[in-house]
């Protein structure tokens, strides 16, 4: 029951960031309807304006720097105002949907192969680097895919498109950014999201 739960999390999380019609400039013309020309002068943007972002939000920062405002934060900051993010914004989009509007805990996100992440719903048990260990019904929702599916599946969607091209022969995953207690925001990241606009990108 709860890994098709999650399934439902992860596809509605993938619904809702689809329906922001955000470009990125690595899915390609057939997903996004940009030339290759227009996608690398989109992606030049967002490289400037992720560190624009980052360094405006910084600057603010008093003692140590909340975890998930580089990574998290600015990324997400971005996509909202360029409409325009890569997998990493897209999946961080994805987190503050699904933990505004569901109880189901943590809710991680990952980094995977050579340059791609997405989120992960209910990894409840298991090593972050030892996918078999985790529990069966932990779900991945890669909204950049467009796609949603028990853990077990990520092996074999690796090597298929669109996969194969940003994740690389080798499966490695690294949590950069998790969220385990109820309700949303995180305290430790509220300034830092209403100073983005992302407190109340999902109503």
Same mark, same amino acid.
């Given at each position: 029951?709860? /890994? $098709?739960?999650?399934?439902?999390? +992860?596809?509605? &999380?993938? !619904?809702?960031?689809? =329906?922001?019609?955000?470009?990125?400039?690595?899915?390609?013309?057939?997903?996004?309807?940009?030339?290759?020309?227009?996608?690398?002068?989109?992606?030049?943007?967002?490289?400037?304006?992720?560190?624009?972002?980052?360094?405006?939000?910084?600057?603010?920062?008093?003692?140590?720097?909340?975890?998930?405002?580089?990574?998290?934060?600015?990324?997400?900051?971005?996509?909202?105002? /360029? $409409?325009?993010?890569?997998?990493? +914004?897209?999946? &961080?989009? !994805?987190?503050?949907? =699904?933990?505004?509007?569901?109880?189901?805990?943590?809710?991680?996100?990952?980094?995977?192969?050579?340059?791609?992440?997405?989120?992960?719903?209910?990894?409840?048990?298991?090593?972050?680097?030892?996918?078999?260990?985790?529990?069966?019904?932990?779900?991945?929702?890669?909204?950049?895919?467009?796609?949603?599916?028990?853990?077990?599946?990520?092996?074999?969607?690796?090597?298929?498109?669109?996969?194969?091209?940003?994740?690389?022969?080798?499966?490695?995953?690294?949590?950069?950014?998790?969220?385990?207690?109820?309700?949303?925001?995180?305290?430790?990241?509220?300034?830092?999201?209403?100073?983005?606009?992302?407190?109340?990108?999902?109503?």
């Amino acid at each position: 029951m709860a /890994l $098709q739960e999650n399934l439902n999390i +992860a596809q509605a &999380a993938n !619904a809702a960031v689809r =329906a922001l019609n955000y470009k990125s400039n690595n899915r390609g013309v057939d997903r996004d309807g940009l030339s290759a020309e227009l996608s690398d002068t989109r992606g030049k943007m967002s490289t400037f304006m992720y560190k624009f972002t980052y360094d405006t939000i910084a600057s603010q920062v008093i003692g140590e720097e909340p975890r998930g405002l580089d990574s998290f934060v600015v990324t997400a900051a971005v996509a909202k105002r /360029l $409409q325009f993010g890569n997998c990493e +914004a897209r999946s &961080a989009l !994805a987190l503050i949907f =699904a933990a505004k509007r569901f109880a189901v805990r943590p809710l991680e996100l990952f980094s995977v192969g050579d340059d791609h992440a997405f989120l992960v719903i209910g990894r409840t048990t298991g090593q972050i680097p030892a996918l078999q260990s985790w529990n069966d019904d932990a779900v991945i929702c890669d909204p950049w895919a467009e796609d949603y599916y028990a853990k077990g599946q990520l092996t074999v969607k690796a090597t298929q498109a669109p996969l194969a091209a940003v994740i690389g022969a080798e499966v490695t995953l690294r949590q950069y950014f998790e969220h385990r207690t109820a309700g949303w925001p995180p305290a430790a990241l509220k300034h830092f999201l209403d100073q983005s606009g992302l407190s109340d990108i999902w109503p």
